[in-house]
């Protein structure tokens, strides 16, 4: 399997794939069809980029195809991809059905981030599991990849922020994003919590539902 082929083929979606991230997809529309055919010939993955507002991103993440899941009649997949590495966006060509582009990987820059920022953004991803009602594992903090991307999975981002920390070219720095998004985020989350407790021992309540 070639990992960081020279060239990809381009799967323009409204999502953001982070490294280490195994998500589902279900290809339909026939070009696809054809950029799944050639990724699983070939053992290249493809690239999974946001667009978003009839704007195509420049920086994506390439995707490993793992499984596929379930073919249908019609020639439909389901599959089971997982990001690999980060990338950027050269030249793009649309001559064929797909486009496909000439790319930078793109790697971090070298250094983990600092202790005591990681120790804050692990009691801050809890606290928000727990307002979310989610059992924490302190278990889920131990990894060997990135823990900036897998905690970004659950943390209550927007598209543009997900991009953002896709976008960024160290593990200090999607550290630093995700410190001052839950910042923000989780006493709105604790502000809605409270409405919806009032609510249920009122029977109503006039604010609610609050914009968080």
């Not at 989610?134 to 990849?145: L, M, W």
Request: proline share 4%; glycine share 8%.
């Amino acid at each position: 399997m070639t990992e960081k082929p020279e060239e990809l083929g381009l799967f323009p979606l409204g999502i953001v794939l982070f490294p280490e991230e195994s998500i589902p997809l279900h290809i339909f529309e026939e070009r696809y069809k054809e950029l799944v055919a050639h990724s699983r010939e070939t053992g290249e993955p493809f690239g999974i980029i946001l667009y978003e507002g009839g704007r195509l991103s420049q920086i994506g993440c390439a995707a490993r195809i793992d499984e596929i899941v379930q073919t249908y009649d019609d020639g439909r997949l389901d599959i089971q991809v997982t990001g690999t590495h980060r990338f950027g966006v050269n030249t793009i060509t649309d001559d064929g059905s797909y486009l496909r582009s000439d790319v930078s990987w793109l790697d971090d820059d070298a250094g983990a981030a600092d202790g005591d920022d990681v120790q804050r953004l692990v009691a801050q991803h809890m606290k928000l599991l727990e307002l979310a009602g989610r059992t924490v594992r302190p278990d889920f903090y131990e990894t060997e990849g990135s823990l900036s991307y897998r905690l970004a999975r659950n943390a209550g981002l927007e598209l543009a922020q997900k991009q953002a920390l896709l976008e960024a070219g160290s593990e200090q720095e999607r550290v630093n994003q995700l410190v001052e998004h839950l910042q923000d985020f989780i006493p709105k989350v604790e502000r809605f919590e409270n409405v919806r407790k009032k609510v249920r021992s009122n029977g109503h309540f006039d604010d609610f539902p609050p914009e968080i």
